[in-house]
């Protein structure tokens, strides 16, 4: 007898940035179940799968739930994807041509309620294709209307806000047009003392070629960024990548030239003087780290400002740079160590990384020790602490955990005293969270009113109030933002389940017997499941147990407390 197989519809919703108001995720999938329970049945729609993407563009496929949702196809039967709106699955005709294919092929149907589209029918594909079109029409004019004005902006030389350069700051210049009006602009500034250390970082790495000695001078220098921190080689490869500092010279034309740059300057204005000014440098995507365009893709300009670095020696950098790049510079790593991540320098505060030797011990271990980085970057100039005795130190944290479990009982009290602070100190920053968002809500509403008010008292005597107003509520908004954000990741950093606490608890029971024939993966997470940060002070290994607000030192015996190298 055959048994009829189940098949699922599927809901799909998408929204690029979160709002409360309109086609919400969660509109989005009630309007679905409404559609699925109307043209199918009520059961249909109580069990439709849903997945869900929550500040994703529709401008690729590049999302975590959709693509676990074309994953998850693979193993379950889908009847059909529901989605509200088209251009919620995608608005490039390419990446939609192909998905309607390949649901196609494996008879699986889509659905659009607004276009009222259906691809189990013939005439429903073709109208599908014909409306992604039109999306992906839409979305290109968008971009093509940003390049438009991103161009027009690039001819004034205009510093368009953000953070600002070493070596710089932002200015504010301000211009009376031909009808009267006077219009502010923003210029950049230079620094003095900021921007002679970028001259000496672009010196020292022509010197040596090589980011890592260069970081290794800055380090020993004690020389600090713009906002006080030490240099990393990626915040030096930032400013030595960075055209803002390159002069506009005959040198620097002939290089934008010849890479094809969009270039909005006369060679008349390479004056050998003012710095370059390129916009669209960078592509910036919700859940992805900031990517550099190529140069091609860039829109170039003289700025308003003067340059720093003459053309020919920036363009040397960016050859260096280049074959640096082409070297691969890899961080090394570690199969055996344990506690990568979780040993810092007692002394400096940066984290010890494993260093592996050629050599065997007695029972045919790799010997390898804890290294702090800054004394590695250093060459130990600025930090000299004693390496740890990897093997020593490892094998001793593991007798320390097999200690934890075989004190149950009282590390069980410990968890749920832990997890009752926890849920206390999550209650009162959902409160803040929410009382914050209101005002946040209340402020953005003023200044929409304040703003209609505006233009209607252009060149009146209370448009500078108005202006003034503005300006104090969008400060006051923006650090709202900053303690939602603080208060987001704060519930984020505690998001431990009732589950979560209950599954440590049955771990303590047997984990001590078993640790012994884990992998090294599986000891490293039974060691993360107890201690927080391992701090090494050159002779003793103090612990730190279970990430929370408080410092909170494991009051365990000497041995397991204070573990000797």
């Known amino acids: 007898m055959n048994t009829k197989i189940k098949r699922h519809y599927v809901i799909y919703s998408r929204k690029s940035k979160f709002t409360g108001k309109g086609e919400s995720i969660e509109n989005q999938i009630e309007m679905c179940r409404q559609y699925i329970a109307t043209h199918y049945s009520e059961e249909e729609a109580k069990s439709a799968l849903v997945y869900e993407d929550e500040g994703f563009s529709g401008g690729n496929l590049e999302r975590p739930k959709f693509k676990k949702m074309m994953c998850d196809s693979q193993k379950i039967e889908f009847s059909a994807i529901v989605v509200y709106r088209l251009d919620r699955i995608s608005r490039n005709i390419g990446d939609f041509a192909k998905l309607i294919e390949n649901l196609g092929n494996r008879h699986i149907d889509f659905i659009s309620i607004r276009e009222q589209f259906d691809t189990s029918s013939p005439m429903g594909r073709a109208m599908m294709y014909i409306a992604s079109v039109f999306s992906q029409l839409e979305r290109e004019t968008i971009a093509e209307r940003i390049r438009d004005n991103m161009r027009e902006l690039s001819k004034t030389g205009r510093w368009l806000g953000g953070n600002t350069p070493t070596g710089y700051e932002s200015e504010s210049i301000s211009n009376v047009t031909v009808d009267g009006k006077t219009r502010k602009a923003c210029k950049l500034k230079i620094i003095p003392e900021e921007l002679n250390l970028v001259k000496l970082i672009f010196d020292k790495f022509m010197e040596t070629g090589s980011l890592t000695k260069t970081d290794e001078f800055l380090m020993n220098g004690h020389y600090k960024t713009k906002r006080g921190k030490t240099f990393t080689r990626f915040a030096i490869k930032a400013i030595l990548s960075n055209p803002v500092y390159m002069i506009a010279d005959e040198d620097a034309y002939n290089y934008l ?10 060679k008349e204005e390479f004056d050998g003087k ?23 893709e860039w829109i170039v300009s003289v700025g308003k400002h003067l340059g720093a670095i003459p053309g020919a020696t920036w363009v040397q950098v960016q050859k260096l740079l280049e074959l640096n790049k082409s070297k691969g510079y890899r961080k090394p790593r570690s199969h055996v160590a344990l506690l990568s991540g979780l040993i810092v320098c007692g002394k400096c505060g940066s984290f010890m990384r494993p260093k592996l030797s050629d050599r065997k011990n007695s029972t045919g271990e790799t010997i390898y020790t804890y290294l702090c980085t800054t004394k590695e970057r ?12 990897g093997n020593t130190l490892d094998a001793k944290i593991i007798e320390a955990v ?18 009752k602070r ?10 803040e969270l929410s009382k914050l968002s209101l005002q946040l809500e209340d402020n953005e509403k003023v200044i929409k009113a304040l703003v209609i008010s505006l233009g209607k008292s252009e060149g009146s005597n209370a448009e500078k109030y108005i202006v003034e107003q503005i300006d104090e509520l969008h400060k006051k908004g923006e650090a709202l933002k900053k303690r939602l954000s ?18 440590i608890r049955q771990m303590l029971s047997n ?23 391992i701090v090494w002070d050159g002779e003793n290994a103090h612990l730190y147990l279970f990430h929370n607000d408080s410092e909170y030192e494991f009051p365990a015996s000497p041995d397991t407390n204070n573990i000797n190298n």
Request: proline letters at 2%; aromatic letters at 6%.
């Open 402 to 419: 097999k200690s934890f479990c075989k004190q149950s009982a009282d590390m069980a009290k410990q968890i749920t005293k832990t997890k």
């Open 274 to 296: 003012h710095g370059v000014m390129a916009y669209n440098r960078t592509l910036q995507r919700p859940g992805k780290a900031t990517q550099d365009k190529p140069i091609n």
């Open 257 to 266: 030239v010849e890479n094809d740059v969009d270039l909005f300057a006369d």
């Open 486 to 503: 603080e208060l987001d990741a704060i519930i984020q950093q505690h998001e431990l389940s009732v589950i979560e606490f209950d599954i």
């Open 422 to 431: 926890i849920s206390e100190n999550r209650e009162g920053y959902e409160a």
């Open 511 to 533: 984990m001590g017997e078993c640790i012994n024939n884990y992998t090294v993966e599986q000891k490293r997470a039974a060691i993360r499941t107890f201690i927080r940060k």
């Open 378 to 389: 250093s060459r130990g100039h600025v930090c000299c602490m004693k390496n740890a005795n």
